[in-house]
């Protein structure tokens, strides 16, 4: 069974850090797109970070970059999510996705097949 579970979400205050973990299990690591997203309440889903699954590059989306970085063990099909610097806007039910194929460019959501079922980050003023 392909499935992604996510952990390490919880609650701080503005300025502190987290680390999410996702582990993958089911399927092989190596030919996915994993990707880190977030929706918070009453807004869209949003594309938080990528790792394609041709070169490993990594992408994030510009409201995190230079405060989140996301990791990947392959050997142990896990990918990380260090989120720093945590600002409240920052506060989402955060999501691991998968998606099969090998690209070096962020898939379109739709071509995300596999999600976990979130963890919540809330950030407090």
């Known amino acids: 069974e392909v499935q992604l579970v996510e952990s390490g979400g919880g609650s701080v205050q503005a300025g502190g850090s987290l680390r999410l973990s996702c582990q993958a299990s089911?399927?092989?690591?190596?030919?996915?797109?994993i990707a880190w997203f977030r929706q918070a309440s009453g807004k869209e889903r949003e594309p938080v970070a990528c790792?394609?699954?041709?070169?490993?590059?990594?992408f994030y989306t510009k409201s995190v970059q230079d405060r989140f970085t996301m990791s990947s063990d392959k050997v142990e099909n896990m990918v990380y999510l260090q989120m720093n610097g945590l600002k409240p806007e920052d506060t989402a039910v955060y999501f691991c996705?998968?998606?099969?194929?090998?690209?070096?460019?962020?898939?379109?959501?739709?071509?995300?097949?596999?999600w976990g079922q979130g963890t919540q980050v809330i950030v407090s003023s």
């Open positions: 089911g399927f092989n690591f190596a030919n996915y797109s």
């Open positions: 790792i394609t699954s041709k070169f490993g590059t990594i």
């Open positions: 996705a998968a998606s099969q194929g090998i690209s070096d460019v962020v898939p379109p959501d739709h071509f995300f097949e596999t």
